[in-house]
C-alpha cells in the first residue's frame, strides 16, 4: 500500500474507486480471469515469443529500440513541494517491473530498460518529459502526471522513419482532459470524459456502483461530501462525482470543499454540519489524511450516528491504519483490482507485491500498465516478428486490446472507457477486509454500475462552498 499523500482524491475520476449494489436484481459477482486464459502470454510462464526470440537477427526498429534494449519512460509527480514522494510509488513499480520481467527472459526479445521523469505537479515538466520520451523511448507507460495542458509533444511525435506517429501512452491514471482524450493515450485506471471534451453541459460516465451497494443496505442516506480542492480540476470533478451521487439517491447535508493543508481543526465545522444534521454518511472525496482527521475530529464531538464512512482507493493505504487506528473502523474502501491481501489469488497481484518493497495503489496501476504494454508487444512479435515492434504496431495493438484484465488482477477494460467492476473492503480489526462480493478473488462487474452524468463541471465547481 502506498505511503499517505497531501493532496489528492484523484482515484475517485477515474473508476478505480468504483463499486456497485449488491441487490438481487442489480448485482453480478464475477471471477476475476486467472492468468491461464490470458489471450497474450505474460509473466513468467509466457511462451509464445521463444522461436522469433532465437532466430531473428535484432535490429532497432524504432525509437527506443535497439537490437539487445527496449527503452519506455515513465513520468510521475513525485518532487513537488506540494505533495512529496506523491507519485513515487509509479517509478518503484516501473523499475521493479523492469527487473522482474528481465529476469523471465525480457519483453520483444529484448531487456527493458525504463526511464523516469518527474513531472513535479507542473504543467512545464509535464510537457519537456513527453519531448523526452519522444526522443528517448518508444512509449510512456505507468504515467501519473495530472498537469498535462499541452500534449502536441506526445501526440506529433516523430518515429525513427520521420513519421509523425505519435508516442504511445499507456497511462496508470490521468487528471488532464487533454492526455486523457489523447489519440495516443490509452488508461489503466479508466477513461470518463467523452473526447473530445465540450465546453458547457457535457456527458461524463460514473460508476456509482459502490453507492448504490451502500443504499441497498441503508436506504435514504445523507450526509457529506468532502471535495478535494487543492486544483480547479479536482474542483470540478468533485462536481461531477457529487451529482452521480445524488443521481444514485443520496442527499447532501453538506459538500465541504479540503486541501491538503488543513489542519486538524478545519474539521471542526465540517463534523459540527454532520452533527447538526443528523447526518448519517459520510464521503471522503480528498485523501486518506482526510478521512482520518474527519474521523477522529467525529469521534471527538461524540458523533455516533454516521452508518457509512466512504472512501477510494486514495484510503487504501498503510497510514490509514497505522494513524487511524481506532477512529477508522469500519470506513469502506471500493476499488478495480483484487486487493493486496489477496496475492495469493493471482499471479500478478503476487508479483507485485512481492517485487515492490512500497505497495501503493498507484503502483499497482502502473505494473498493470506495464503488462499491458508486454502483452501488446508479445503478440506484435508473435504475429510479425521481434524487428516489427513499433509505436505504429503499438498503437494499433493497443487500439484492439480488447477487454485487458492484467492477468485476471483488475475488472476488464478497453483501456478507454472504465470498467463497470468492482469490488468494497472495510477496517475492521485494524485490516483491510473484503465485504463484497463476499467471495475472495472476484469483482461485480454488472454494467449497471456505470451511468451518465450530464453537467457542466466548471460551473458546478464554482457552486461549492
Same mark, same amino acid.
Given at each position: 500500500m502506498r505511503t499517505s499523500i497531501s493532496i489528492v482524491a484523484v482515484l475517485a475520476l477515474c473508476g478505480a474507486a468504483t463499486a456497485c449494489s449488491r441487490g438481487a436484481t442489480s448485482?453480478?459477482?464475477?471471477?476475476? *480471469?486467472?492468468?491461464?486464459?490470458?489471450?497474450?502470454?505474460?509473466?513468467?510462464?509466457?511462451?509464445?515469443?521463444?522461436?522469433?526470440?532465437?532466430?531473428?537477427?535484432?535490429?532497432?526498429?524504432?525509437?527506443?529500440?535497439?537490437?539487445?534494449?527496449?527503452?519506455?519512460?515513465?513520468?510521475?509527480?513525485? /518532487?513537488?513541494?506540494?505533495? *512529496?514522494?506523491?507519485f513515487q510509488g509509479n517509478f518503484d513499480a516501473m523499475n521493479a517491473f523492469a527487473k522482474y520481467v528481465n529476469a523471465h527472459g525480457g519483453i520483444g526479445c529484448r531487456q527493458l530498460k525504463v526511464k523516469t521523469w518527474d513531472s513535479r505537479l507542473d504543467a512545464t515538466e509535464s510537457k519537456n518529459g513527453l519531448i523526452d520520451a519522444c526522443a528517448n523511448a518508444v512509449a510512456m507507460v505507468g504515467n501519473n502526471a495530472l498537469f498535462n495542458p499541452d500534449v502536441s509533444p506526445m501526440t506529433g511525435c516523430v518515429d525513427l522513419a520521420g513519421h509523425p506517429t505519435g508516442l504511445p501512452d499507456i497511462a496508470a491514471l490521468t487528471n488532464d482532459s487533454n492526455e486523457m482524450c489523447a489519440p495516443t493515450t490509452f488508461v489503466i485506471s479508466g477513461v470518463y470524459q467523452k473526447c473530445p471534451v465540450a465546453p458547457g453541459v457535457r456527458p461524463l460516465t460514473a460508476n456509482i456502483g459502490q453507492i448504490r451497494w451502500f443504499l441497498s443496505t441503508n436506504p435514504g442516506l445523507h450526509g457529506l461530501y468532502l471535495a478535494a480542492s487543492?486544483? *480547479?480540476?479536482?474542483?470540478?470533478?468533485?462536481?461531477?462525482?457529487?451529482?452521480?451521487?445524488?443521481?444514485?439517491?443520496?442527499?447532501?447535508?453538506?459538500?465541504?470543499?479540503?486541501?491538503?493543508?488543513?489542519?486538524?481543526?478545519?474539521?471542526?465545522?465540517?463534523?459540527a454540519v454532520v452533527k447538526q444534521a443528523k447526518s448519517d454518511y459520510v464521503f471522503n472525496g480528498s485523501n486518506d489524511v482526510a478521512m482520518i482527521?474527519?474521523?477522529?475530529?467525529?469521534?471527538?464531538?461524540?458523533?455516533? /450516528?454516521?452508518?457509512? &464512512?466512504?472512501?477510494?482507493?486514495?484510503?487504501?493505504?498503510?497510514?490509514?491504519?497505522?494513524?487511524?487506528?481506532?477512529?477508522?473502523?469500519?470506513?469502506?474502501?471500493?476499488?478495480?483490482?483484487? $486487493?493486496?491481501?489477496?496475492?495469493?489469488?493471482?499471479?500478478?497481484?503476487?508479483?507485485?507485491?512481492?517485487?515492490? *518493497?512500497?505497495?501503493?495503489? &498507484?503502483?499497482?496501476?502502473?505494473?498493470?500498465?506495464?503488462?499491458?504494454?508486454?502483452?501488446?508487444?508479445?503478440?506484435?512479435?508473435?504475429?510479425?516478428? $521481434?524487428?516489427?515492434?513499433?509505436?505504429?504496431?503499438?498503437?494499433? /495493438?493497443?487500439?484492439?486490446?480488447?477487454?485487458?484484465?492484467?492477468?485476471? &488482477?483488475?475488472?476488464?477494460?478497453?483501456?478507454?472507457?472504465?470498467?463497470?467492476?468492482?469490488?468494497?473492503?472495510?477496517?475492521?480489526?485494524?485490516?483491510?477486509?473484503?465485504?463484497? $462480493?463476499?467471495?475472495?478473488?472476484?469483482?461485480?462487474?454488472?454494467?449497471?454500475?456505470?451511468?451518465?452524468?450530464?453537467?457542466?463541471?466548471?460551473?458546478? /465547481?464554482?457552486?461549492?462552498?
Open positions: 448485482s453480478t459477482a464475477t471471477t476475476a *480471469p486467472p492468468a491461464a486464459v490470458a489471450t497474450t502470454g505474460t509473466g513468467p510462464t509466457a511462451t509464445t515469443v521463444a522461436d522469433p526470440c532465437r532466430t531473428a537477427a535484432l535490429q532497432s526498429s524504432d525509437t527506443g529500440i535497439t537490437s539487445t534494449t527496449i527503452t519506455v519512460e515513465v513520468m510521475a509527480d513525485v /518532487g513537488s513541494p506540494l505533495a *512529496p514522494g506523491l487543492d486544483t *480547479p480540476t479536482l474542483v470540478q470533478s468533485a462536481a461531477y462525482l457529487i451529482a452521480s451521487q445524488k443521481q444514485a439517491g443520496i442527499v447532501f447535508d453538506g459538500t465541504p470543499k479540503v486541501s491538503g493543508f488543513d489542519t486538524q481543526t478545519a474539521y471542526t465545522p465540517r463534523v482527521r474527519m474521523r477522529k475530529e467525529a469521534l471527538a464531538q461524540g458523533v455516533t /450516528g454516521v452508518k457509512v &464512512w466512504g472512501c477510494t482507493l486514495a484510503c487504501y493505504t498503510p497510514a490509514m491504519l497505522s494513524e487511524g487506528g481506532s477512529a477508522v473502523e469500519g470506513t469502506y474502501v471500493a476499488g478495480g483490482f483484487l $486487493p493486496f491481501e489477496e496475492a495469493s489469488l493471482n499471479a500478478q497481484d503476487e508479483a507485485y507485491v512481492s517485487n515492490v *518493497p512500497s505497495l501503493t495503489t &498507484w503502483g499497482a496501476e502502473a505494473w498493470q500498465a506495464g503488462l499491458a504494454f508486454q502483452q501488446v508487444v508479445d503478440k506484435i512479435v508473435a504475429t510479425d516478428g $521481434p524487428n516489427a515492434i513499433t509505436r505504429a504496431a503499438i498503437l494499433d /495493438g493497443l487500439r484492439n486490446i480488447g477487454q485487458f484484465t492484467a492477468d485476471g &488482477w483488475m475488472g476488464p477494460t478497453d483501456l478507454r472507457s472504465l470498467s463497470p467492476c468492482f469490488l468494497v473492503m472495510q477496517i475492521q480489526g485494524g485490516k483491510f477486509v473484503r465485504s463484497y $462480493p463476499p467471495t475472495p478473488g472476484t469483482f461485480d462487474c454488472n454494467p449497471a454500475n456505470l451511468v451518465t452524468v450530464n453537467i457542466d463541471t466548471a460551473a458546478a /465547481g464554482a457552486q461549492l462552498k
